[in-house]
């Protein structure tokens, strides 16, 4: 009698014993992103994309960056070079109106005399601004760039990953991009220079707006890192086995788009914040 019972009760199936065994915790996800990507996010695809493995690492990634703006603006050289970048690209905006006519010289002056002063009494305002701002911008440019990858992989790749599938592939290496942000931050203040990045244009102070700079700005050992990771996750997040055709489909589209907006800003200022 206790046989039959034995035999009539319910056991788990294999594939809930296989979620129990082989699920990992946020942490472990956060370890793999370095040593082991393409076993991580293999294993992460087995089970439904969960909202938290996206938001904790842009959170951090925010949380970095403020934190990086913050210590920044204690060294009195860069504070001091944040400030002339910020008033030569006023002076630029300046001189045009004089040269359109919009202006005279002595009213553009005038207006220079002005924003210098606000600059050096609005350090706090500014600081606000970047709390607010921060993370509105980094959360907007991360749903657009994830929906952007969606399609490609969908409609390029032939993927059958969701657009919460490329979310995860996109924002676990966020964490890459949050360590890049430390060793930006310890470099500026070591060389007591403003830095915007790691790559090698930031080093060796190249301009970024000519095309060699450009160039040079793509030498960036993190950015780099961070393009092939994404490249593994949105192959392993759409159920694909090429791996090399998703990292490939990654990088191009980094560099093009990031061509596109290089010569664009030349024509339209207000978007050299997107060439990098």
């Known amino acids: 009698m206790e046989e039959m019972q034995d ?3 319910p056991k788990m199936s294999s594939v809930e014993n296989e979620h129990e065994e082989f699920e990992l915790s946020h942490t472990d996800k956060l370890v793999g992103v370095f040593s082991e990507p393409s076993a991580t996010f293999g294993k992460i695809s087995k089970f439904p ?8 690492p842009v959170l951090v990634l925010i949380v970095m960056f403020i934190l990086s703006q913050f210590v920044l603006r204690t ?15 006023i002076q630029k905006n300046l001189d045009d109106a004089v040269a359109k006519g919009q202006m005279t010289r002595a009213q553009a002056d005038e207006q220079l005399n002005r924003m210098e002063d606000t600059m050096d009494s609005t350090g706090a305002i500014q600081m606000i601004g970047l709390i607010v701002g921060t993370p509105i911008v980094v959360f907007i440019t991360f749903f657009v760039i994830s929906g952007f990858f969606m399609l490609v992989a969908k409609f390029g790749l032939k993927g059958t990953g969701t657009y919460k599938d490329v979310m995860v592939a996109y924002g676990l290496p966020y964490y890459i991009a949050a360590i890049s942000v430390i060793v930006m931050t ?12 790691v790559s090698v244009a930031d080093f060796i102070g190249s301009d970024k707006t000519t095309l060699s700079g ?11 890192w961070f393009y092939v990771v994404f490249g593994i996750g949105l192959a392993k997040m759409n159920k694909s086995s090429d791996t090399k055709k998703y990292i490939i489909t990654v990088f191009a589209v980094w560099i093009i788009f990031g061509l596109l907006f290089h010569f664009l800003a030349k024509a339209v200022p207000f978007l050299a914040g997107f060439a990098g």
């Open 7 to 9: 035999q009539q009760a």
């Open 75 to 89: 060294n009195p050289e860069i504070k001091r070079e944040i400030k002339e970048k910020g008033m030569v690209a």
């Open 214 to 224: 450009f160039l040079l700005g793509k030498l960036d050992v993190f950015s780099i």
């Open 49 to 56: 994309a969960k909202t938290s493995d996206w938001v904790i």
């Open 186 to 197: 310890i470099a500026a203040l070591a060389m007591s220079k403003l830095f915007t990045g």
